[in-house]
T-cell receptor, first 116, second 112 residues
Framework: DAKTTQPPSMDCAEGRAANLPCNHSTISGNEYVYWYRQIHSQGPQYIIHGLKNNETNEMASLIITEDRKSSTLILPHATLRDTAVYYC?????????????????FGKGTLLTVNP | NAGVTQTPKFRILKIGQSMTLQCAQDMNHNYMYWYRQDPGMGLKLIYYSVGAGITDKGEVPNGYNVSRSTTEDFPLRLELAAPSQTSVYFC???????????FGDGTRLSIL
């Protein structure tokens, strides 16, 4: 799986949009970009994923650049409950040998702190 | 709306004791996973299962065993607890290999 690079920490004011960047310059054509977050002492929570088109759901939007080498997770109106570590994960679902890749590789992520 | 349920939430074991961490999901997911997370680190895959009766090793399987007799349950067994197994254990499930994984709230295990 391609490696990802995220800033270690970011701050955001409550009610404002939080834009979390992720670099994945070695991503290959069949690798998806997933975002998870982990609120302190809880299990990771899936947020969104995409291949090359921008995606939006009830939690967030995912913007993937045209060359797919970077992406941005957008929380449109951050609240205090969005304070968490956010993980950008690049993952191929099927291996070259035809098997499936079941592993999620969590790096260090970005600690987003939403301030009142 | 239970999702993935893990029990117990906390446990302290003595070196050499054994225990089973329970994981149950009510979403009829075929795929289930066990991860461990050491302090300040990412998650590492211990074992996974693609359906009832089928299990396979992940990155760090030594010292652990699993079974999958039903779709709903995926228990993780520690036979001879060691201090290196002190960690937070997360169970997850997914409908397919491509679909997102849904996690439980974890079991915090200390071995003294």
């Amino acid at each position: 799986d391609a490696k990802t690079t995220q800033p270690p920490s970011m701050d955001c004011a409550e009610g404002r949009a939080a834009n979390l960047p992720c670099n994945h310059s070695t991503i290959s054509g069949n690798e998806y970009v997933y975002w998870y977050r982990q609120i302190h002492s809880q299990g990771p929570q899936y947020i969104i994923h995409g291949l090359k088109n921008n995606e939006t759901n009830e939690m967030a939007s995912l913007i993937i650049t045209e060359d797919r080498k970077s992406s941005t997770l957008i929380l449109p109106h951050a609240t205090l409950r969005d304070t968490a570590v956010y993980y950008c994960i690049v993952r191929v679902a099927r291996t070259n040998s035809g098997g499936s890749n079941y592993k999620l590789t969590f790096g260090k992520g970005t600690l987003l702190t939403v301030n009142p | 709306n239970a999702g993935v349920t893990q029990t117990p939430k906390f446990r302290i074991l003595k070196i050499g004791q054994s225990m089973t961490l329970q994981c149950a999901q009510d979403m009829n997911h075929n795929y289930m996973y066990w991860y461990r997370q050491d302090p300040g680190m990412g998650l590492k895959l211990i074992y996974y299962s693609v359906g009832a009766g089928i299990t396979d090793k992940g990155e760090v399987p030594n010292g652990y065993n699993v079974s999958r007799s039903t779709t709903e349950d995926f228990p993780l067994r520690l036979e001879l607890a060691a201090p290196s197994q002190t960690s937070v254990y997360f169970c997850a499930s997914g409908s397919t290999a491509n679909q997102p994984q849904h996690f439980g709230d974890g079991t915090r295990l200390s071995i003294l």
